[in-house]
Every structure is written in structure tokens, then in C-alpha cells.
């Protein structure tokens, strides 16, 4: 069993940043892909960004490109998102997800659907 948890949510002003943390562990020593889905009252969860086991491939959701950022440890499944510039509708519960080998294909990320592996979720409210 992988076990997935996510720190770092709050609430913030508009414009403010937030940084939230993830670790994944259990399993195997492999390194897992990793991402980040967020969910808002009344809707369904959507994909936020995410990172290949390595570290050399992401990918990010049209509406948080530029501000948002996914990073991760070198050699650990730990992965970080910067939010930056952070609006109204960023608000929302997040939830880091883990995949560990045999990995996704990267057309599968996009839906929670593939993602078998969950964190309980961090809210992040921003108001104006």
C-alpha cells in the first residue's frame, strides 16, 4: 500500500502565495510519478499539474500554467507545488496523487480516474 500525504494548505489573500508539500511512501523504494488534483464545492476534482519519477517531465492544467509549479526531491517522492498569484478560483481542496512503477502514460494523468493512490487533502482558500 502507498500511502500519500499532503501539507501546507491555508488561507491567503489574493496575489499571495502558497507552497504545498507531498510525500508518498510505502510499497517499494521505487520512485513514484506524481501530481496534484483539486476539487471546489459542487464540482468535480480536476487536474492540477504533474511530474514523472525523475523529475524531467511535467505537466500543468491551462488555467494554472505560469503561476503554479511542480518540483520534486531529488531520489525521494516528495513533491512540492508553488502556487503563486493565486486567485479566487484557486480555492479548493488539493490532493496529491502517486503512481508508482509500472507508470502512467502521461495521456492517462489527466483524469483521476488512473491515479490509484490519494492524499487526504489540504484546503487552500484565497479571498479578495
Known amino acids: 500500500q502507498v500511502r500519500v500525504e499532503e501539507s501546507g494548505g491555508g488561507s491567503v489573500q489574493v496575489g499571495a502565495s502558497l507552497r504545498l508539500s507531498c510525500t508518498a511512501s510505502?510499497?517499494?523504494?521505487?520512485?513514484?510519478?506524481m501530481g496534484w488534483f483539486r476539487q471546489s464545492s459542487g464540482n468535480e476534482r480536476e487536474f492540477v499539474a504533474a511530474?514523472?519519477?525523475?523529475?524531467?517531465?511535467?505537466s500543468y492544467a491551462d488555467s494554472v500554467k505560469g503561476r503554479f509549479t511542480i518540483t520534486r526531491e531529488s531520489a525521494k517522492n516528495t513533491v512540492y507545488l508553488q502556487m503563486n498569484n493565486l486567485k479566487p478560483e484557486d480555492t479548493a481542496n488539493y490532493y496529491c496523487?502517486?503512481?508508482?512503477?509500472?507508470?502512467?502514460?502521461?495521456?492517462?494523468?489527466?483524469?483521476?480516474?488512473?491515479?490509484?493512490?490519494w492524499g487526504q487533502g489540504t484546503q487552500v482558500t484565497v479571498s479578495s
Open positions: 510505502g510499497r517499494t523504494s521505487s520512485r513514484y510519478g
Open positions: 496523487v502517486a503512481d508508482p512503477p509500472p507508470y502512467l502514460i502521461r495521456s492517462s494523468w489527466y483524469s483521476s480516474d488512473h491515479w490509484d493512490y
Open positions: 511530474i514523472t519519477s525523475t523529475g524531467g517531465g511535467t
